[in-house]
């Protein structure tokens, strides 16, 4: 089992910005694909970024140019920076994580969620 710790939600003025950080633990052999989503009342759950082992990045088109996925693999824990941040952004971003253990046998985790609200 895994667990998906993530911090750094809040409250902001629009043209801010925050940086959420997501800490896996657990019985991890390796750590793949990790991604973050959100989810903003009454919509469905979105994808924001996600982040390959490699490094290799993706982002929906409504955020390219002011969030940036990062990743740290000594520490099992994925960012996302988010600047110039919109009142549109207010969610529940959910950290989304794809592992292996030991057996190889492929997992698919998420965080319990982190609120970020943007005033305007």
């Known amino acids: 089992q895994v667990h998906l710790v993530e911090s750094g939600g809040g409250l902001v003025q629009a043209g801010g910005s925050l940086r959420l950080s997501c800490a896996a633990s657990g019985s991890i052999v390796s750590l793949n694909t990790m991604g973050w989503y959100r989810q903003a009342p009454g919509k469905l759950r979105e994808l924001v970024a996600t982040i390959t082992s490699a490094t290799s990045t993706n982002y929906a088109n409504s955020v390219k140019g002011r969030f940036t996925i990062s990743r740290d693999s000594a520490k099992n824990t994925v960012y996302l920076q988010m600047n110039n941040l919109k009142p549109e952004d207010t969610a529940v971003y959910y950290c989304?994580?794809?592992?292996?253990?030991?057996?190889?046998?492929?997992?698919?985790?998420w965080g319990q969620g982190t609120q970020v609200t943007v005033s305007s």
């Open positions: 989304n994580a794809n592992w292996r253990d030991y057996r190889r046998i492929l997992y698919n985790d």
